[in-house]
């Protein structure tokens, strides 16, 4: 099956720039900063309040009208559309798994003279990043069933040489999806497997 | 006479309209061992909580080891303390609380080398020493691999008590450290205290509900009422010989 | 910022508005086929037979996590031509059936967790008690399962609002389809899309403040329904 590779490298690359922007937006709702706030905050409700498809669409044909600029290619405007938007979904277990590590570890820190700096990370990230675990690993999911949109913009991923298939022949049709469906699947159980034992693991090392 | 280490000047609290403290007005001197009694709601957690900065006093100053704890010189003007100047001042602070509050990703050895590696740059080798030789101290050498959630809460308590020392604290602070606990269990955390007590040379701060440990321990016993100092005094004299009322009856409850 | 023109704005709203009925229509068609196969799922899932369970289970997981573009695919293009079906269906009628499907597994979870949420307590009250079998469910477990799900179920609502523009890549034309066949015919992507854009944010941010509100004051109501609280997001 060709195009593999596409649907991997744009979930892998999503991926890793959609936790970054989850990181990043969710240490800056909790800034003390009110504009940095509310622009991410912003940010968020925009990104989270319109659907993806739209978002992808619009990254791909408005972004490039409205500014003259390109984006480079379509590979790198669905990384981003995808990253932008679990981003903004994910910022928010950034930041509730935050605030839900208890007071008295933030007490207890200062108890030591720790620096805001230093409690953030080596008390409450460690803690936090245990309790967003299980939630990563569904929106990972999610991510993975998002990079099929890709074929939408134009890109060559499998779901795109599916439908060349089923073109030249329509009785191949049910096979054909149905391999794919099957693809997807066997590239989301490991997730699912992680997911399981990350929940196991988020049970414990946590004081909330 | 010796300067005292911790000075409360006027110290008042509110929390929204509730005042919790109403001027409180405090010495405590180097190696001198104290207990606050009251009510609960007296606000004898309050006190200790300012000195540890985890609370802002509405008004007052409280003063450490000659320095102004919330303010700081700028241009000679005293201005609210920032970050770096509380770190300055509070170093000399420890503080056990009554819920532990140990950290729980982190082995007991972790919880107690942390601190000294990063806040006090010892090197890590000699911070692992001092934190086995502390965590033998109180009994505790065996379970340095082990983690929080493993340990009965008279051992964490143990463990938390290992984790200020290792900071080697000036003033340390104790709130309600035995309250937590199984009734069973209170015995070996109070002997552990008992023990740092007798070699003298920290200051301690006790809030506690134990009066025959106050009396056998503190220097001086503070009766907090309602936000204020109602009686003080030496420990016998405060909970043995007082003619306070309210006193009576809260120690009464207590004693019965 | 040149290339924006209000002109095209103001003469490609009607035309992006003319879908928002099928849209919103079609959302609600998704949803409620959604909240009806839950049931299914729920009531598969409760049967006491092992092999069943476990299959129930992973079938679930398999429509959950492959892409719902696929699966309306599938059932548009696929499903006619599966041998002895033979039966053609309509872009929306596919919509309904592939979303539904989709987020029905979605929706099957959140009734689990109310009816898990009921405490152990209730049911061996109501066993004590002598009740039915339907006295049990309709008197006691549901009415207490239900409330707790509603803010949950309405957060679904809105994720299925936002996943229902992949209908448009069969053809079903609504507020996305109208925006790109504007943009095709005039050369005018921007305005039209970014309408879109618009159009949902309105939409759906209101809807989703009024739930976050319904959501605190029921955990005023039911304060122990925590476990509710981490509610799954599930977008495409």
Redesign the interface.
Known sequence: MRGINITISVLIASAILGYLMAFVAGLCRLSSNIIIRKATGFYI??F????????L??LY??VP????IQLGSNWLVGVIAIAL?YGA?MSEIVRGSILAV?K??T??A???????F?RMR??IL??AV?MMLP?FG??L??M??????V??IGMNDI?YY??IL?SND?????T???L??VF??IL?LP??WLTRKAEVISK????S | MTEPIVTFQNIHKSFGDVEVLKGINLDIKPAEKVAIIGPSGSGKTTIIRLLMTLEKPTSGDIIVDGKNLWKMDKNGKLVDANEKHLRQVRGDIGMVFQHFNLFPHMTILENCMTAPIHVKSEDKKTAKQRSIEMLEKVGLGDKLDNYPSQLSGGQKQRVAMARALVMRPKVMLFDEVTSALDPELVGEVLEVIRDIAKEGEMAMILVTHEMDFALDVADKVLFLDEGVIAEQGTASEVIEHSKNERLQSFLKRFRA | MDNWSWEIFWDAFPVVLEGLGITVGLTFACYLFALIFGFVWTFLRRIPFKPLNWIVTWVMEFIRSTPPLVQLFFIYFAWPMVPVVGMTLSPFASAVLGLGLHFSTYIGEVYRSGIEGVEKGQWEASRALNFSTSQKWLKVILPQAIPPTIPMLGNYLIIMFKEVPLASTIGVVGILHMANSYGAQYWAYLEPLTIVAILFLVLSYPSAILISKLEKRMNRRFNKNEALNSSKGATT
């Open positions: 409700e925009v989270r309040g319109t659907s993806l498809i739209v978002q669409f619009w044909y408005a009208m409205l500014f003259d938007n979904y208890a008295g570890q007490e207890a200062t108890a030591l003279n720790m620096s805001s230093q080596l008390i460690p803690q245990r939630e569904n929106y999911i999610q993975l069933k998002a990079t099929s949109l074929y939408l779901l599916g439908n089923r329509l009785s191949q049709a049910p054909v999806y149905l794919l469906l997807y699947f989301a997730i699912i414990k090392g946590v004081a």
